[in-house]
């Protein structure tokens, strides 16, 4: 497994931008495949996004595509999440996760979060005028 840590949630207004940060430790992220989720107040753990482990294929939520982007530094062992335009049903826990690659069999694999060994811890994300 690989160590998580994520940063970057703060408040933030409506129409606002933020850019979460993951970094690893313990294991070079060049063989796992990463993928930000996100939990509000008495709901599930959703997928927001997530990055093929070479960095060519990236898959969102419907909800986000097109103002959210995720991206990977490998060199520097941390993935991103670039948020545009929030919204306030974007608050939430943002959790960054990584899994082996042959987790992943085909893309679909991507938005199941038991393909995923190892979990941050989150950093909060508020979207509030």
């Known amino acids: 497994q690989v160590q998580l840590v994520e940063s970057g949630g703060r408040l933030v207004q409506p129409g606002g931008s933020l850019r979460l940060s993951c970094a690893a430790s313990?294991?070079?992220?060049?063989?796992?495949?990463m993928g930000w989720f996100r939990q509000a107040p008495g709901k599930e753990r959703d997928f927001v996004a997530a990055i093929s482990w070479g960095g060519a294929t990236t898959y969102y939520t419907d909800s986000v595509r097109g103002r959210f982007t995720i991206s990977r530094d490998n060199a520097k062992n941390t993935v991103y999440l670039q948020m545009n335009s929030l919204k306030p049903e974007d608050t939430a826990v943002y959790y960054c996760?990584?899994?082996?690659?042959?987790?992943?069999?085909?893309?679909?694999?991507?938005?199941?979060?038991?393909?995923?060994?190892?979990w941050g811890q989150g950093t909060q994300v508020t979207v509030s005028s």
């Open positions: 313990g294991r070079t992220l060049s063989s796992y495949g």
């Open positions: 996760a990584a899994g082996p690659r042959n987790a992943f069999r085909n893309g679909s694999y991507y938005y199941n979060s038991a393909s995923y060994d190892s």
